[in-house]
């Protein structure tokens, strides 16, 4: 059955540190990733998307994540933390007309 | 503009009651799904309708019914509301094609007490 995992709960990093939030999945075909965004009392945002072609992508706020087959992962980066990227993050795969997301990473930032 | 919306933001209800949440969508996709986020995030898909078609039903208990009137609009139903109901609604919607990612509302927070 298609999974995702993210192994981190909750990050906690300083303003203008990188960042890395780790994703691994579980698919037996050539997966659809993405990874949201959830800040408090919203909905969630789309970040970037992976389908195919070149394995890193970029989003937007300065985000991009990687796509390693043989690590079944997607992590997302980002070089300079801010205060604002403080939220909920969820990575994600598409399968079918289904999408299975993780259990997401609460990301705090320290001014 | 607003591309995916729910009504309302916020539900406050007592058990037993029926209530229902409404959403829209302004983008053209033909598929809208319904998601249950709990209070501890995890976000896990309920229903999705394709063109007015049932095509994803999770177990849910059959207290929730979706009803989907037109390709942009995905009402849910909740009938005789439990104490465990007490989560966030999202609605979201895609176009058909695995390329296509999920466009989300902003989600109805309901509480049953």
């Known amino acids: 059955a298609q999974s995702v995992t993210q192994p981190d709960i909750h990050i906690t990093v300083s303003e203008g540190a990188s960042l890395e939030l780790r994703c691994n999945y579980s698919y037996g075909a050539t997966p659809y990733l993405f990874w949201y965004v959830q800040s408090p009392g919203q909905g969630l945002q789309l970040l970037l998307k992976y389908f195919s072609g070149d394995t890193l992508v970029q989003g937007i706020k300065g985000f991009e994540a990687e796509f390693k087959r043989s690590q079944s992962s997607f992590n997302l980066r980002k070089p300079s933390v801010h205060w604002s990227d403080a939220a909920e993050y969820f990575c994600a795969v598409g399968y079918g007309q289904n999408f299975v997301f993780g259990p997401g990473t609460r990301l705090s930032v320290l001014p | 503009d607003t591309a995916v919306s729910q009504t309302p933001k916020y539900l406050v209800t007592q058990m037993g009651n029926d209530k229902s949440i409404k959403c829209e969508q302004n983008l053209g996709h033909d598929t809208m799904y319904w998601y249950k986020q709990d209070s501890k995030k995890f976000l896990k898909i309920m229903f999705s309708?394709?063109?007015?078609?049932?095509?994803i039903n999770e177990t849910v208990p059959n207290r929730f019914s979706p009803k989907s009137p037109d390709k942009a609009h995905l009402n849910l139903h909740i009938n005789s509301l439990e104490l465990g109901d007490s989560a966030v609604y999202f609605c979201?919607?895609?176009?058909?094609?695995?390329?296509?990612?999920?466009?989300f509302g902003n989600g109805t927070r309901l509480t049953v007490t």
């Open positions: 979201a919607s895609s176009q058909r094609g695995r390329d296509s990612p999920l466009h």
């Open positions: 309708y394709n063109n007015k078609e049932l095509i």
